[in-house]
C-alpha cells in the first residue's frame, strides 16, 4: 500500500512534468 502511493505520486508528478515540457515546447 505504501509502495503503490509512492509510485503513483511519481507517476502523476511525471505526467505533471511531461505537460509542462510540451507546454514550453509549443
Given at each position: 500500500?505504501?509502495?503503490m502511493?509512492?509510485?503513483f505520486?511519481?507517476?502523476f508528478?511525471?505526467?505533471l512534468l511531461?505537460?509542462?515540457l510540451i507546454g514550453?515546447?509549443?
Open positions: 500500500m505504501f509502495t502511493d509512492i509510485y505520486s511519481f507517476l508528478m511525471l505526467m511531461i505537460c509542462v514550453v515546447a509549443f
